[in-house]
């Protein structure tokens, strides 16, 4: 499958613990976008990567943080959680860097990571 | 800031009855405006975008920078085209979704 994967599916873990969330993108899709969907919230953007360095960053807690790797995938670290932190999170990834109106910064998504936190 | 509304959480049409799913931006500069839609148990995808001009499966979206507005449109609803629908907006931070709006097309 050449699209955004992202594991694991499902999560569910308790208040305090700590939990990792992992994308690869696309083949040949540089930028890494993760974004937090919760019910009343709509999709918010967390924070963005484009070749391994940080691009732009969104409404992230102190207490997430994200990173991109050289081969391209990202992890996006969640701790201390709290029960306000259960959504799905959702990685998509694009071409391009994002500085410039192109049909090379469309996203493409991934199916989202959902965590549950008791 | 950059804004997207989407006044409607739900909207039930008719077969065969047109559609308007509703989209209004917020944003200072020259906006990029998209719609992504997700059918049930599929993902988010790109539906279209204003710069395309395109038509997509029988929707069409026109940008009105006078309204601020970037409103989604078919004439003749399909069963299919039952879905959540995201307006998002591209300015100068990347993509800002609205909440969504959840068409049901009643057969």
């Known amino acids: 499958d050449s699209g955004v994967t992202q594991t694991p599916k499902h999560l569910i873990t308790a208040t305090g613990q700590r939990v990792t969330l992992r994308c690869s993108p696309r083949?040949?899709?540089?930028?890494v976008y993760w974004y937090q969907q919760s019910l009343d919230q709509g999709l918010q953007f967390l924070i963005q990567y484009y070749n391994g360095e940080e691009r732009a960053k969104g409404n992230i807690l102190e207490r997430f943080s994200a990173q991109q790797f050289p081969d391209l995938h990202s992890e996006l670290n969640l701790s201390s959680l709290e029960l306000g932190d259960s959504a799905l999170y959702f990685c998509a990834s694009s071409v391009g860097e994002g500085t410039l109106p192109s049909g090379a910064n469309v996203l493409t998504f991934g199916a989202g990571s959902r965590l549950t936190v008791l | 800031a950059q804004r997207v509304t989407q006044p409607e959480k739900l909207l039930s049409v008719f077969k065969g009855a047109p559609v308007e799913l509703k989209c209004n931006y917020s944003?200072?500069?020259?906006?990029?405006l998209f719609w992504y839609v997700q059918y049930s148990r599929q993902r988010l995808q790109l539906l279209l975008r204003?710069?395309s001009r395109e038509s997509i499966k029988g929707f069409t979206a026109d940008l009105n920078k006078g309204e601020t507005s970037f409103h989604l449109k078919k004439p003749f609803a399909q069963e299919e085209d039952s879905a959540m629908y995201y307006c998002?907006?591209?300015?100068?931070?990347?993509?800002?979704f609205g909440k969504g709006t959840r068409l049901s097309v009643i057969a």
């Open positions: 204003h710069i």
């Open positions: 944003y200072s500069g020259s906006p990029e």
């Open positions: 998002a907006l591209k300015g100068n931070t990347p993509l800002v």
């Open positions: 083949s040949g899709d540089l930028s």
